[in-house]
């Protein structure tokens, strides 16, 4: 259950590195449209990324898979990607499987690649062994996958359209439905997976599949999985963080302001929250409950009242006013989201004090993060041994990686490694969903953390 759940946890994280070409294609796509600079070449620039993102998820999703993230697996992504759709549309030319060809075409690169990156062949074929031997293999894998889906694809895609239906069609229930999930899946991490699925598959308009491209392709009824989330990340969450600013301990608000204040901006501005939620989701789960269904609402909310937007990468201040000229009633979203900020402020100011939840500064001795007094002093490197040494010393990192503001690990025995010490370090929350399977929530950094100590590793 531990690898497998890994496994699972590692495909999320590789789906975010297709996603994270998104904000440029939006802003090539919007900076180039004739109603703001008029620059057909740059619209077309980020058109061709819209136009070709099975493409882009296939050797996403291969590279990200890869055990050392090599490019061999990358190309047999491709490889993938294109024996697959071909050989399908030969049996049947109705067949269309959109960015889920490039998915599967990505998984099966990817896992044909550490099953085969360092296979030996006999002499005479050495030259087409180890990673070469990855995108030949990869080719013959697809082309028995796409004789099977050829026959038996038709009434799986018939199923999947009429999930996505029922979810299109069932309105706002099929909405609160997939924001109140989308909140309670990021302790997983799993909501990457539904998130793909309803914005890169579901619906189809001028070719285009899924509710994020079709918005971008121009259908007026494209949008609805996103817009609720502007004003729950505007808005909802930065007045959360104000409420746990008030109802700190008066010793201890200065320590906390500071922090809360960035990750409210951050929230704000790009729409990256779990820095925010990884401050309450634990200590105050009746918090994270409340927050979940509140998101549910607020995207049932602006689908009733036809409000339709849109976004690159996430509903933040930036993709809300980039994407203001493709959205239906766009503007409503700001009067609605102050109205989500009070009840959110209001819910967590009483929750907090009713129930005398440990948020932020409700503890007796608070201090602030002591990260970035160590980069100060010692660079990213330092901070990087720091948490090397905090998760029980090289010998007990099995796996790394991270995901946007996550350190995702596999670890040898995750009971030697403390909590308290991690969040000593900056980390906003640990989550350990197997033995041997953690998340360290570290913010924005965690890229750049993760690189320094896979360095050190070596």
């Keep these: 259950m531990s690898n497998f759940f890994g496994k699972v946890q590692k495909l999320g994280k590789s789906f975010m590195l297709p996603v994270a070409v998104m904000p440029v294609a939006a802003l090539m796509l919007r900076l180039g449209a004739d109603d703001v600079f008029k620059m057909p070449f740059i619209m077309q620039a980020g058109a061709a990324i819209f136009d070709n993102l099975a493409i882009l998820f296939a050797i996403g999703i291969a590279f990200g898979l890869a055990k050392d993230n090599h490019g061999a697996a990358a190309l047999a992504g491709a490889v ?79 199923v999947i359209d009429a999930v996505g239906l029922w979810m299109i069609g069932s309105g706002a229930v ?7 999930l989308n909140r309670l899946l990021i302790p997983t991490g799993l909501h990457h997976v539904i998130n793909n699925i309803a914005w ?51 010793q201890n608000r200065k320590a906390v302001t500071g922090a809360l204040l960035g990750i409210a901006f951050t929230s704000f501005l790009t729409g990256i929250t779990e820095p925010i939620e990884f401050m309450f989701m634990f200590l105050a789960p009746v918090l994270y409950i409340g927050h979940a269904i509140l998101t549910g609402a607020a995207l049932a909310v602006t689908y009733l009242l036809g409000i339709r937007h849109g976004f690159g990468f996430s509903g933040g201040a930036i993709d809300y006013f980039l994407n203001m000229n493709l959205a239906t ?23 907090i004090e009713k129930m005398n939840l ?65 969040k000593a370090l900056g980390a906003s929350g640990v989550l350990r969903p197997t033995k041997k399977n953690m998340q360290v929530v570290v913010g924005t950094k965690a890229e750049l953390i993760a690189d320094e100590i896979k360095k050190l590793l070596k």
């Excluded at 099929?174 to 109140?180: L, P, Q």
């Excluded at 009067?335 to 967590?348: E, L």
């Excluded at 010998?395 to 991270?402: M, P």
């Design 80 to 158: 993938a990607y294109f024996v697959l759709t071909k050989g399908t549309a030969v049996i049947n030319p109705e067949i269309n499987m959109g960015v889920l060809a490039g998915i599967i075409g990505g998984i099966v690169a990817g896992i044909t690649y550490n099953k085969f990156h360092n296979i030996k062949l006999p002499d005479f074929l050495g030259f087409f062994g180890g990673k070469r031997f990855v995108p030949i293999m990869t080719s013959f894998i697809c082309i028995v996958l796409a004789l099977i889906l050829g026959y038996v694809w038709p009434p799986i895609q018939s």
């Design 174 to 180: 099929g909405v609160f439905s997939f924001g109140t």
């Design 200 to 250: 890169f598959i579901f619906g189809e308009f001028g070719g285009a599949t899924g509710d994020l491209h079709r918005f971008f392709a121009g259908d007026p009824t494209a949008g609805i999985f996103m817009t609720g989330f502007f004003p729950v990340m505007m808005f909802g969450l930065p007045a959360a963080a104000l409420a746990m600013i008030k109802t700190a301990k008066p």
């Design 329 to 351: 009633k766009g503007w409503l979203i700001i009067p609605v989201g102050i109205v989500f900020a009070i009840i959110y402020y209001f819910m967590f100011v009483i929750i």
């Design 358 to 422: 440990p948020t932020p500064g409700r503890m007796d001795d608070e201090s602030g993060s002591s990260a970035d007094s160590i980069i100060a002093e010692k660079g990213i490197s330092g901070l990087a041994l720091e948490y090397i040494n905090k998760l029980g010393g090289r010998g007990n990192i099995v796996e790394l990686d991270s995901c946007i503001t996550r350190l995702r690990l596999t670890v040898e025995d995750s009971s030697i490694i403390s909590d308290d010490d991690l």
